[in-house]
């Protein structure tokens, strides 16, 4: 295990430490203080494990890399992942996972507005609720949110997933309830396991687009 | 007044055109969506000269004594800055909205001539990367296709806050345009219209743009220069606000640039001139004696040599084409004058980018047009055009006693019109008098 302590190395000398290392290598990392732009740009399966509060886009762009943050995040955590695991175990800010193409997000507590925004392909668990406009134009990949969902669910949304366990506040424009089938339950399923959420597949909705603003319609203009 | 019937007198206020747009909006109930840029008459480079050298200054000798061009991208925090061998640059179209032959015949060209492309929405393609020598990587809102291999792969990257063509507008690909390929490089259904959203997702403002800009450092090592682009409304703040975040390069693109496909109201009424955005943006910098420091492009209705120069008179590092490069590859030849009859326009007039049935297949998915442009004949095209324009702006300096081109100065011009004159902030011909700073 490595440690970087951030009172002593620089944001430069941690990132390009982690960017350096082979897969398997275990880093630890310290005194963060809310610092932004930590553990970006990873493309190796190292083990990163994150002591305190980060800043704005930790995790940012992933590949492959295993990142546990015990603490909270700040905006735009795991921006564009493409691949591999971050967890946080506190709360995380506004545009989590945003435009994310691949890899899961877990954040145990809270996710604030704009979580999974244009995501691409990514799957994220959210253990608590999470905030107005999120999954807003999601392309594709899930959102699971073990408890409440704020205003405007899933507006515009294209392909992506939806599963709520507790109360959507109001859905987005051309987001509707779906059907929850075998194989979304299945999916659901393997999601909550990987995250180690303990609830039930039956406690969850599933919501989705319903592809009515896929091409443009005059009649459709007032849902804009 | 009618040319055939002298008592007939077409409204200023309505002429045929308007009425024409009138009755297509009632008919269909849609705005207009189209291609190309702002085709209104607006104040330009036409309407400054230059003052070329006499017994007060002497000029150089044309093909004996040196006029360099060379320019150096991105040199404030960048390990890698970017060498060109002209200050003319090819702009960001994407993959999508024109064909990969064409994204292929602008990586071309630029190579030949010794300068830049640039990627568009929906990312980088391999034909694009493999024959462009530098290419810069646009970093968009809607991200399609955004990939941090790509990122690495780039010499430099634009981080692109808004257009000439669209100032605050996002874009938007019209299903007929979106091919098996291209959807899956954005990860969306085909034949669906695909949205481009108007503002990144990730941020809301100069304060978090400074901190992306710090995060797309560490994910490329320092080693790329990184632009930042915007469309020329409120030039003077966004520019200092594009410095004051850590750009190495600020882009400033008229209201005269090109789009593949916006509404036409977006495209003749939203933003300012190229003409005033330059030296708004030069003025920008100099307050922070920060020109020549940070790097700045302008775009937006670039046609000749002659434009480039009085840019760079202005005080500009360099400039981007991208509407008069697809006309180098082809767009409105007349060859395909029939072609684009049948489908109800000409030659010259051709702006229905959006449509994806382009006879020159430039702005088209579909891959018999497509075949049409072939990729090294359209690169040499555009090489043949860059070198044109490289030499007009080589003839005027050297005119104006300038051993780089750089050295041009707002000194060397003169405006015809009192618009320009305000606008580009050069006195009226024949007068001291700048509109707005004194003079007689």
């Known amino acids: 295990m490595t440690e970087i302590n951030l009172e002593k190395s620089t944001i430069r000398e941690l990132n390009e430490a982690l960017q350096a290392g082979s897969s398997g290598d275990k880093f630890s990392v310290n005194n963060t203080v809310g610092k932004h732009a930590l553990s970006v740009g990873l493309t190796t399966k190292v083990d990163v494990e994150i002591n305190g509060h980060v800043g704005y886009y930790c995790a940012g762009m992933n590949q492959q890399a295993n990142i546990i943050i015990n603490g909270n995040a700040g905006p735009g955590l795991a921006e564009n992942m493409m ?42 668990v959210v253990g608590g609720n999470i905030g107005h406009m999120s999954a807003f134009m999601a ?55 990987q995250s180690k959420m303990s609830h039930g597949v039956e406690e969850f909705r599933r919501y989705g687009s319903a592809r009515k603003l896929y091409n443009f319609d005059i009649d459709q203009v007032d849902d804009y | 007044m009618s040319k055939d019937n002298p008592t007939l007198i077409e409204s200023a206020t309505f002429p045929r055109h308007v009425i024409a747009e009138i009755q297509r909006a ?36 044309g093909y004996r004594e040196k006029c360099t061009t060379e320019v150096i991208l991105g040199n404030r925090f960048a390990k890698n800055p970017i060498h060109l061998k002209t200050p003319i640059t090819i702009a960001g179209m994407s993959f999508g909205s024109l064909s990969a032959q064409a994204k292929e015949s602008l990586g071309r ?37 955004m990939n941090p291999d790509d990122l690495r792969k780039a010499d430099a990257i634009e981080i692109v806050l808004g257009q000439g063509a669209k100032p605050g507008g996002g874009g938007m690909l019209l299903g007929q345009k979106i091919s098996p390929r291209v959807a899956q490089m954005r990860n969306l259904p085909e034949g669906i219209d695909q949205r481009s959203a108007c503002r990144h997702p990730d941020w809301t403002g100069p304060d978090d743009l400074e901190i992306k800009i710090q995060e797309l450092r560490e994910i490329t090592n320092w080693e ?31 209201m005269q640039g090109g789009t593949a496909a916006t509404q036409d109201v977006f495209i003749e009424h939203v933003g300012i001139p190229t003409l005033p955005a330059v030296r708004m943006a030069v003025e920008a910098l100099q307050e922070m004696d920060m020109h020549r420091k940070v790097q700045l492009i302008v775009s937006g209705g670039i046609r000749s040599g002659a434009d480039v120069a009085k840019a760079l ?34 030659a010259g007039f051709w702006d229905d980018y959006q449509a994806g049935n382009d006879p020159a297949g430039i702005t088209t998915q579909d891959p018999e047009l497509a075949k049409r442009l072939d990729p090294i004949l359209g690169g040499r095209r555009l090489a043949n055009y860059i070198n044109v324009l490289t030499l007009e702006l080589q003839t005027l300096a050297r005119a104006c006693g300038k051993s780089h081109v750089h050295n041009l100065e707002p000194e060397d011009m003169v405006a015809l019109t009192m618009e320009a004159a305000a606008m580009a902030g050069v006195p009226l011909a024949g007068t001291n008098w700048i509109p707005g700073k004194g003079g007689i």
Do not use: W
């Not at chain 1, 971050?86 to 996710?111: C, F, K, M, P, W």
């Not at chain 2, 082809?330 to 109800?344: A, H, L, R, V």
């Open chain 2, 26 to 61: 009632a008919k269909t109930g849609i705005y207009d969506i189209r291609g190309f840029g702002a085709k209104r008459d607006i104040p330009t480079f036409d309407d400054l000269v230059f003052l070329g050298a006499s017994t007060s200054r002497y000029p150089l000798e």
């Open chain 1, 83 to 124: 691949s591999g695991q971050v967890r946080v175990t506190g709360n995380a800010s506004q545009y989590a996972a945003a435009t994310a193409h691949g890899g899961l997000l877990v954040i145990e507590g809270d996710s604030s507005s704009r979580c999974g925004i244009s995501m691409k392909g990514v799957n994220i």
């Open chain 2, 224 to 254: 790329k220069p990184i632009y930042v682009k915007v469309g020329a409304t409120r030039v003077f703040y966004d520019v200092t606000l594009a410095v004051k975040a850590g750009a190495d390069v600020v882009v400033v693109d008229g």
């Open chain 2, 109 to 145: 060209g630029a190579t030949i001539a010794g300068t830049s492309t640039t990627t568009g929405d929906g990312g980088m393609t391999p034909e694009e990367r493999g024959h462009s020598k530098t290419l810069v990587y646009q970093y968009l809102p809607s991200r399609y296709g």
């Open chain 1, 139 to 193: 392309q594709s990949g899930c959102l699971v949110v073990c408890g409440d969902a704020g205003d405007a669910l899933g507006d515009s949304i294209y392909e992506a997933k939806i599963y709520v366990r507790g109360k959507v506040k109001s859905l987005g424009t051309d987001c509707i309830e779906k059907e929850m089938r075998d194989e979304h339950k299945k999916e659901l399923q393997q999601l909550l396991s």
């Open chain 2, 313 to 346: 008179a202005l005080g500009a590092d360099a400039v981007s084409i991208g509407t008069a490069a697809l006309i180098a590859l082809g767009d409105q030849s007349p060859e395909f004058d029939d072609e684009y009859k049948e489908i109800g326009s000409a």
